[in-house]
Each structure stands twice: as structure tokens, then as C-alpha cells.
């Protein structure tokens, strides 16, 4: 099985099985001895076509003389990767992208899509101009949604909230790959010394200028290969994610609840505020993600950490004015982490950002019950949205009067925040979208 194939099969996965780009491939690359070359070819035809999506089906429609949907899936994804190949990738010879999606093509299909494959493709080559994007002028929103490779209603929606011109910045700034984001693990080294380890291991790590445990990592090899993560010396976790227990403020000997908390970034962040001591109550609804909590906790050296399969809905009622403080890092439509899960975009519906509000505000109001009168309730989600962010907290205060807005801002190191809610953008703040609100419980 070539590698043109092996891509294909990741891509069609995750098209008709709604897999997970990242797994599938971590999957193939376990199974097949393939080379770094090879690696590196298939991971950015995968995620390079999955990206591009529906901006590929676009242009392909427009060289086709019947829609795109209206074929197999297999030749569908074999023309996206075709014409990926052919318009986005410099380095691939037009004929051998065409050439090796015609066999793929007689493989997985007939001879009549064999042909069909070709004569689109060859004309793609022949006629670049088709596929020439509408101007501005003509069409803002899908002049974006094309240039940028974004679901058009998500374009729509971010033109409407915070003007085209943030919107174009936002789309671009979702294309461009991030560093590598990790959090020092203080309870077993310090920050300048894991940079001075890291740049031992042949990374480039700069401090981060938003949290004091963070490092950017500008290159890296294999985070499999290093051994100081395999000491516990760090945790993979974004800066933005890192405010989060910063904000929550934990204290040593406290016991807190951290509802909906795998993979436990955020969990093992506070038990390090806490030096340790205390416990901490790390809550999901699925037994792997809690192995991968506790995996996680062992791997840094920490104890306090328990875990437990619950629903976040029912915490409250299971644990009634028991915590000191409570975190409810909330399910949401995750627009604010675009740029790390290439395929997550066309998943999205605006539905979807509606149906998330409701039960946020379920999880909310449960997690306020755990709270003892005098502690903290904090929120937070990776998304930029306010249906899922101020109008939460908002809807909540004002059926929870024993609960007020604390000032956020004041636990953490932030500039261009104007409310006492912190909302992070991408494009302004350059880490993922993220959305953090402290709340305190009276007495």
C-alpha cells in the first residue's frame, strides 16, 4: 500500500466515520514501518485535505458537470486529495498527483470513475483559473469561508459579532500551526531549568510571557522521544488553559472539585498550586479519560488526585456544600481551539452552540450546590462564543443570588480585558480561544 493510499484511508475514516484525524494517523503510523519522509508526506496530505474541506468541494464542483456529493465517497476523497496535491502542494508534480488518484481511483471504483478522476483533475491543471475565489467586494463571508477554509455560517456569525476584519484575522490565525505548549511541573524542577533541559533534548524553548510555568516550544522532536516528559517534567497543556486554576486560586489543604476534567491539565495544575496537599476530586463520564487522569497524575508525581465516574449534572447533589472550590471546565463547541484540530471545523453546526448553552447551565447550577458558602465557583470554556460564555454566567447569577461576579483579571497577568469575565482571542492574545468567570459564594 502506497502512501497516496494509506492518506486516503485516514482522510475517508475520518469523512465517513467521523474519526479523529490525529488518532487515525497515530494509529496507521504504529501499524506500517514508514519512514520520516513518507510521515511527514502523509501527515500534511491528511490534514492538509481534511483542513482545506469544504473549499476543495467548492472548486471540485466547479470543474464537474455533476455534484461532488452525488459520487461514492471514496472518489470524492480521492479527488479532495487530488486536488489538494495539485493546488496546495508546491513540491508534488501536477502528473504524479493526477496519476496516482486515477489507480487509486481504478481500485476503489471502476473504470468510469477512473476516467471521471482524470478528466477533472487534468482540467483543474489545464484551467486554475475556475477555481478563482469571489472577490470581497462580491461576497465577504464566502470570499472568507473559501480563502480560509471555515464553515460559512461560522464566518457569517463572526462578521456579525466582531466585524470583518477581526473575522479575517481570526480565520488566518486558525490556519497557522501552533508551538508546542507545555507547564512546568513545579513540584519537580523549575521553569529555567526545564528550558536548559529541553534545549539539551534539541528543542527551542522560550519562556511564556502569560503564565509563569509556561514554555513554548518553537521546535521539538517527538514528545514520545523526550525524556523529560516521561519524567513527569511537564504537562502538554496551552497557556490560555493554564490561567485557569491561576484564576481558581487554589490553596494548600483545600479540597477542590474539578468537574468534566480529563485528560487532567488543568487538575494536576491546581494539586501543583497546592504543593500537593489537600484533594482534589477530578470527575468525567468516561472511565478512559479518568485512566488518563490518573496516569497523568502519577507521571508528575502527584498524590491528591482522585478520580471519579460521575456526571457533571450530579455533582452537586452528591457532594452538597462540601468543596472549597469548584471548576467547571464545560463541554462546549470548542471554536476557540481550531488551529490544533484541523478537522473539529466542519464538525460544528450553530445548532450545536445553542444545545451546549443549555446543559453548561445544567452543569453550572449543579456545581454551584458543591460549593461551600463562602468558596469559589469557577467557569471556564475553550470557546469564543457568548451564548456559551457571559450569557451562562449571566443567566446564572441571576437565578443564583447567593452567588456574585468576582473580578477575574485580578489573579492573572492581562492586558486589553475590559470586563471582569476574561474572554482570550486567538488573533489578539496569539493562544487558543478561552473564556474564564470566578464566582464567589456568600456566606
Known amino acids: 500500500m502506497n502512501v497516496r493510499e494509506l492518506a486516503l484511508r485516514v482522510i475517508n475514516d475520518v469523512n465517513i466515520k467521523q474519526a479523529y484525524a490525529n488518532i487515525v494517523l497515530n494509529k496507521l503510523f504504529s501499524k506500517h514501518?514508514?519512514?520520516?519522509?513518507?510521515?511527514?508526506f502523509i501527515t500534511e496530505l491528511v490534514y492538509g485535505t481534511i483542513k482545506v474541506g469544504k473549499t476543495l468541494d467548492w472548486i471540485l464542483n466547479r470543474y464537474m458537470s455533476r455534484p461532488l456529493n452525488k459520487i461514492s465517497p471514496?472518489?470524492?476523497?480521492?479527488?479532495?486529495?487530488?486536488?489538494y496535491q495539485i493546488l496546495f502542494m508546491d513540491k508534488v508534480p501536477?502528473?504524479?498527483?493526477?496519476?496516482?488518484?486515477?489507480e487509486l481511483a481504478k481500485k476503489y471504483g471502476h473504470i468510469g470513475t477512473a476516467k471521471l478522476v482524470n478528466a477533472v483533475l487534468r482540467n483543474i491543471i489545464r484551467h486554475p483559473e475556475k477555481a478563482t475565489y469571489p472577490t470581497p467586494e462580491e461576497d465577504i463571508a464566502l470570499y472568507l469561508s473559501l480563502k480560509y477554509y471555515h464553515p460559512l455560517w461560522m464566518v457569517e456569525r463572526w462578521i456579525e459579532k466582531i466585524g470583518k476584519a477581526d473575522t479575517e484575522k481570526l480565520c488566518a490565525f486558525n490556519n497557522c500551526p501552533p508551538d508546542l505548549s507545555i507547564r512546568t511541573n513545579l513540584l519537580k524542577i523549575t521553569r529555567a531549568a526545564l528550558i536548559k533541559r529541553l534545549h539539551s533534548e534539541g528543542a527551542e524553548a522560550v519562556p511564556s510571557l502569560l503564565t509563569p510555568e509556561?514554555?513554548?516550544c518553537k521546535k521539538h522532536t517527538t514528545l514520545t522521544n523526550m525524556a523529560s516528559l516521561h519524567e513527569g517534567l511537564f504537562q502538554v497543556q496551552d497557556e490560555s488553559s493554564m490561567l485557569v486554576a491561576h484564576v481558581l486560586a487554589p490553596q494548600e489543604g483545600e479540597f477542590?472539585?474539578?468537574?468534566?476534567?480529563a485528560p487532567g491539565g488543568k487538575s494536576t495544575h491546581i494539586a501543583a498550586l497546592m504543593k500537593d496537599t489537600g484533594k482534589i476530586l477530578s470527575t468525567d463520564i468516561y472511565e478512559q479519560k479518568l485512566n488518563i487522569i490518573s496516569e497523568n497524575a502519577k507521571r508528575l508525581g502527584i498524590s491528591i488526585i482522585h478520580t471519579e465516574l460521575i456526571d457533571a449534572q450530579q455533582i452537586g447533589d452528591k457532594y452538597p456544600m462540601q468543596a472549597d472550590r469548584v471548576l467547571v471546565d464545560a463541554p462546549c463547541?470548542?471554536?476557540?481551539v481550531l488551529r490544533k484540530k484541523p478537522d473539529s471545523r466542519w464538525r460544528k453546526t450553530e445548532t450545536l452552540i445553542k444545545e451546549l448553552a443549555e446543559?453548561?447551565?445544567e452543569i453550572l447550577s449543579s456545581a454551584a450546590k458543591a460549593v461551600k458558602p463562602g468558596g469559589v465557583l469557577v467557569y471556564s470554556t475553550c470557546t469564543t462564543e457568548v451564548e456559551e460564555n457571559n450569557k451562562v454566567i449571566e443567566d446564572f447569577l441571576a437565578s443564583h443570588e447567593n452567588f456574585i461576579l468576582d473580578d477575574a483579571r485580578k489573579y492573572v497577568n492581562l492586558s486589553q480585558?475590559?470586563?471582569k469575565m476574561i474572554q482570550l482571542w486567538p488573533h489578539i492574545h496569539n493562544v487558543d480561544g478561552f473564556f474564564i468567570a470566578r464566582m464567589l459564594k456568600n456566606k
Open 33 to 40: 514501518q514508514i519512514n520520516e519522509q513518507d510521515r511527514r
Open 74 to 83: 471514496i472518489i470524492q476523497d480521492i479527488l479532495r486529495m487530488g486536488a
Open 94 to 102: 501536477d502528473s504524479a498527483a493526477c496519476n496516482q488518484s486515477v
Open 214 to 216: 509556561g514554555i513554548l
Open 256 to 261: 477542590i472539585i474539578d468537574t468534566c476534567s
Open 333 to 336: 463547541s470548542g471554536l476557540g
Open 359 to 361: 446543559l453548561q447551565g
Open 417 to 419: 480585558q475590559n470586563n
